[in-house]
């Protein structure tokens, strides 16, 4: 059932009549690279079901809108030596906007590769210690997104609920913002469709909010997964056009 692929329709009420409905192709691709921050084997390892997840989901958003995710064939690996000594991170652990804005020298793949950056669970953002996600287009590098082990990989439940984090973070790569502050409300208190891959949201009394799966989605295990506007996405140097 990929794109490119065939949709067979067999029946045994048809009798051998068989009805093929062709997918249609991927018409672009995005190119991405693992890189992993200040973890050993172990915590690899531990972590390797949340990124999993992520993974999939990512390549299944995509997929919805003819986009193929392609990996990198050589992922990258920054020791937690480096990572402290090129931030100049002492006792505490929690990185601001100024070492966040040195992370990009320390990566090596060029910048048409979308970075999915793994930090260790030692580290979480200064300013925003919840999150799942970073994106740093805000510093002039939006081909680089930092992924919290520390909040992604807390338990199973966050490994679900976080489970489209990286989509949602490269959709920040690919041009989107995000769509309204909490809870799928647009700034003038308006409805986005439910599901929007971009929506954002916070835990409001003890329910999650429009950022975790939501209960009755049509995909059990998923967030979001609608791109509203996928001519941006198409149009970004960053989702390269296939040729016909």
């Given at each position: 059932?990929r ?73 990258q ?45 030692t ?88 950022n ?6 049509p ?26």
């Open positions: 059932g794109p490119g692929g065939i949709f067979r329709i067999e029946c045994t009420d048809m009798g051998t009549q068989v009805i093929d409905i062709p997918i249609k192709k991927f018409t672009h691709k995005i190119r991405y690279q693992n890189v992993f921050v200040g973890m050993d084997e172990s915590e690899k390892a531990e972590a390797q079901n949340c990124m999993d997840r992520n993974e999939l989901r990512f390549w299944q958003i995509y997929a919805r809108h003819h986009v193929e995710v392609v990996e990198e064939a050589a992922s690996t920054i020791t937690d030596a480096e990572f402290r000594n090129a931030l100049s991170v002492g006792l505490f652990v929690g990185l601001n906007n100024t070492q966040l804005g040195q992370i990009p020298s320390l990566l090596t793949a060029p910048s048409n590769v979308i970075k999915i950056v793994w930090v260790s669970k580290y979480n953002r200064l300013l925003d210690p919840g999150a799942g996600g970073t994106n740093l287009g805000a510093i002039g590098h939006r081909d680089v997104c930092l992924m919290w082990l520390k909040n992604l990989n807390a338990n199973q439940q966050a490994v679900e609920q976080f489970s489209q984090s990286v989509a949602h973070e490269v959709g920040h790569s690919l041009g989107l913002g995000n769509a309204g502050p909490i809870d799928h409300l647009q700034t003038d208190g308006t409805p986005y469709l439910p599901y929007m891959l971009m929506c954002r949201g916070q835990p409001k009394d003890g329910i999650l909010g429009s975790f799966i939501i209960p009755g989605a995909d059990a295990s998923a967030k979001h997964h609608l791109i509203k506007d996928h001519a941006i996405i198409t149009s970004s140097p960053l989702c390269i056009p296939l040729p016909h």
